[in-house]
């Protein structure tokens, strides 16, 4: 690894800083739970419109179409072209639950 200063003092390295976004992906035939990684401030749409083909994904649990646990891994790269739907888990809102609002009042 390598880290650059400038004249002020500002370090410049090859490792990219990102957080971790606990994440649902539904394809057409399985569901899998784990981890994308963001830029801090990024949205995470922002990292799932990308242009490579494949996007990261840690912790992930891969469930078949019956909800059964078919595999765990630490990383596995998903094809953006079979996403059905994406949801980050810090936004579920269980039934009978009520939504927060933007305004903070449920």
């Keep these: 690894m390598s880290i650059?200063?400038?004249e002020k003092g500002?370090?410049?390295t090859e490792i990219v800083s990102k957080e971790a976004v606990p994440v649902i992906i539904q394809t057409p035939t399985h569901q899998?739970?784990?981890n994308i990684h963001v830029r801090p401030g990024q949205r995470l749409k922002d990292e799932?419109?990308?242009s490579?083909?494949?996007f990261a994904v840690t912790e992930a649990i891969i469930y078949n179409a019956a909800n059964e646990e078919i595999y765990r891994c630490d990383f596995m790269a998903v094809?953006?072209?079979y996403i059905v739907w994406l949801l980050p888990?810090?936004?579920i809102v269980q039934p009978g639950m009520?939504?927060?609002s933007r305004g903070g009042e449920a």
């Design 48 to 50: 799932i419109n990308q």
């Design 4 to 6: 650059r200063f400038d």
């Design 79 to 81: 094809h953006r072209e």
């Design 98 to 100: 009520k939504k927060k």
């Design 89 to 91: 888990q810090d936004q």
């Design 52 to 54: 490579e083909t494949f």
């Design 32 to 34: 899998i739970h784990g």
């Design 10 to 12: 500002k370090f410049f």
